[in-house]
């Protein structure tokens, strides 16, 4: 099966600080990778969308500026969440997704979990 | 719109007896209809998917129910099972986009 591997797992860093977290597809070509957040007591929001040969998408409310993403090949993304606050705390997931015949599915990696202090 | 409305929001029910879990969604474009179960702590995983080309999808004590004219979709478990008591989420993706639109999730508990 598709594994998605995201590190770190958690990460606690100062307010006003930054992190970077890093997706890993292996086993498959991720021709498009998809970042969600996951924040206390909510669902998942969309971050941004990568897909190869494309421009990142980001989604009302989040920036490039604040989660810069890179995509240089079919099997690693990073993002990173500059200046982070106490409201980009939570869960953040990379969903990986391969195009293998008609497959749709969304793989996601363990998460990154992060507390900001 | 985009939204994909879940409910119920918590579901208890006694070990044995089936779990229904709802959702509905506002684009008619949408054609994938994937469910994910996340445990305390854990990542979501895929347990089950639908396609808009089909109507039901069952695997391994897990049924999933599309109704496109009512743009709802369901997943029902059946014999439910201590292990089953997660978070359950589903979603919605669209034909012409890559991404998929999440409920707000259900909390489902399992007790003896």
């Known amino acids: 099966g598709a594994l998605v591997y995201q590190y770190p797992r958690r990460t606690i860093c100062k307010s006003g600080t930054s992190m970077r977290m890093e997706c890993q597809a292996v086993?498959?070509?991720?021709?498009?990778v998809a970042w969600y957040r996951q924040s206390p007591q909510k669902t998942f929001e969309l971050i941004a969308l990568?897909?190869?040969?494309?421009?990142?998408?980001?989604e009302q409310n989040f920036t490039q500026e604040k989660f810069p993403i890179s995509h240089p090949n079919l099997s690693f993304s990073s993002m990173t969440v500059l200046n982070a606050y106490l409201e980009d705390r939570g869960l953040y997931l990379c969903?990986?997704?391969?195009?293998?015949?008609?497959?749709?599915?969304?793989?996601f990696g363990s998460g990154t979990r992060l507390t900001v202090l | 719109g985009e939204q994909v409305e879940q409910l119920p929001s918590i579901l208890r029910v006694q070990e044995g007896s089936s779990a229904s879990i709802n959702c509905t969604y506002e684009?008619?474009?949408?054609?994938?209809f994937p469910w994910y179960k996340q445990e305390p702590g854990e990542n979501p995983k895929l347990i089950i998917d639908?396609?808009?080309?089909?109507e039901r999808k069952q695997t391994q004590g897990l049924i999933v129910l599309l109704d496109k004219k009512a743009k709802r979709f369901s997943l029902h478990i059946t014999d439910t099972q201590p292990g089953d008591s997660a978070m359950y989420f589903c979603a919605a993706r669209t034909s012409s986009g890559q991404k998929l639109v999440f409920g707000q999730g259900t909390i489902l508990k399992v007790y003896l």
């Open positions: 969903g990986a997704r391969r195009d293998w015949g008609a497959s749709e599915t969304l793989y």
């Open positions: 684009n008619s474009a949408s054609n994938y």
């Open positions: 086993g498959f070509q991720a021709t498009s």
């Open positions: 990568s897909t190869v040969n494309s421009a990142i998408k980001y």
């Open positions: 639908i396609r808009s080309n089909m």
